[in-house]
């Protein structure tokens, strides 16, 4: 199994900044991929921005030239820089990863989530 623990949500006024991590923590052989998704009340959970083992990366339009992903392959983490933030931006922010990890017996690919971070921006 992989934990993924996230740090960093919280309140922040219209045009601040907040910067959110992600430890992934077990018997993990490999990580192809960390990201993170939101989900705002009433809608689906949706990606935010990805990052490949290679360093390739993936942002949703509406975050574009605002957020920076980023992540630290020595010590499985992974961060998004959050800058001129907006109401919209407001939403439960999850973790993903997608790695090889030790699980039930054997070493398996599997896609792990983390508990969620609460993001909230203010008018």
């Known amino acids: 199994q992989v934990q993924l623990v996230e740090s960093g949500g919280g309140l922040v006024q219209a045009g601040g900044t907040l910067r959110l991590a992600c430890a992934a923590s077990?018997?993990?052989?490999?990580?192809?991929?960390m990201g993170w998704y939101r989900q705002a009340p009433g809608k689906q959970r949706e990606l935010v921005a990805t990052v490949t083992e290679s360093g390739i990366t993936t942002y949703a339009d509406s975050v574009k030239g605002r957020f920076t992903i980023s992540s630290d392959s020595t010590k499985n983490t992974v961060y998004l820089q959050m800058n001129s933030m907006k109401s919209e931006d407001t939403a439960v922010y999850y973790c993903n990863t997608r790695a090889r990890a030790y699980n039930s017996g054997s070493y398996r690919t599997a896609d792990y989530w983390g508990q969620g971070t609460q993001v909230t921006v203010s008018s």
């Open positions: 077990g018997i993990i052989l490999s990580i192809n991929a």
